[in-house]
């Protein structure tokens, strides 16, 4: 079947630091991969995507590559800011059916001044 | 920018009331989604709607679950009779392409 499987959190960082969040996926066929953020008290917003091996997708700042032979899509960010703390949740869309979205479990990051 | 409406924003009920959440779903869009969130949780899949019927359900969704899309606008969930454990934030969304997008959500709490 298809699961996400994220990094534990909570993650805690200083204001600058630099951000990796590892997504691995078990999934049949050629899925999408996403990375979704929730800010407090709001929904799912999509942060980056990427439809096939070897993209890079990317958005404000973020970065994740679709890696085949590791089926991870880990997420990175060079320079964290107060404004980055949300909860992260990186997902798959299936190539066939409803394609609907398998999320992850989720990453809280919170950012200090 | 569309984006996909959801109403109330909070909603609360007594155990084995019926509820109702609405959606407005992205007008162009022809997939619909409906996710729950319980506190703390993953986010779980629910339902997928195209074409006026079901195209895929989750264990979850159980015969007290139904949904509706009855003016072709709003895309409708409702819970005929609410359990304590049904107490959740339930996501709505509407798929261009192969991106989802999603409402704010409605926090059910179910007393």
């Known amino acids: 079947g298809n699961s996400v499987t994220q990094m534990e959190g909570p993650v805690t960082l200083s204001e600058e630091a630099f951000l990796t969040i590892n997504c691995t996926y078990t999934a049949t066929g050629y899925p999408s991969l996403f990375w979704y953020v929730q800010y407090p008290g709001e929904g799912l917003q999509l942060l980056l995507k990427?439809?096939?091996?070897?993209d890079k997708g990317s958005n404000k700042g973020f970065e994740a590559t679709y890696r085949k032979e590791t089926t991870s899509f880990h997420l990175e960010k060079g320079s964290v800011q107060v404004s980055d703390s949300a909860v992260y949740f990186c997902?798959?869309?299936?190539?066939?059916?409803?394609?609907?979205?398998?999320f992850g479990q989720g990453t809280r990051l919170t950012i200090n001044p | 920018e569309p984006e996909v409406t959801q109403t109330p924003s909070h909603q609360v009920t007594q155990m084995g009331q019926e509820v109702i959440l609405r959606c407005v779903p992205i007008s162009n869009h022809l997939y619909f989604y409906w996710y729950r969130q319980i506190l703390g949780q993953k986010v779980e899949f629910l339902v997928s709607f195209y074409n006026n019927e079901i195209s895929e359900k989750s264990e979850i969704f159980d015969d007290q679950f139904s949904v509706e899309r009855p003016d072709g606008s709003n895309f409708t969930l409702k819970i005929r009779s609410t359990k304590l454990e049904d107490s959740a934030m339930y996501f709505c969304?509407?798929?261009?392409?192969?991106?989802?997008?999603f409402g704010n959500g409605t926090r059910l709490t179910v007393t």
């Open positions: 969304a509407s798929r261009q392409a192969r991106v989802l997008h």
């Open positions: 990427a439809t096939k091996a070897d």
């Open positions: 997902a798959l869309s299936p190539d066939q059916g409803a394609q609907k979205l398998v």
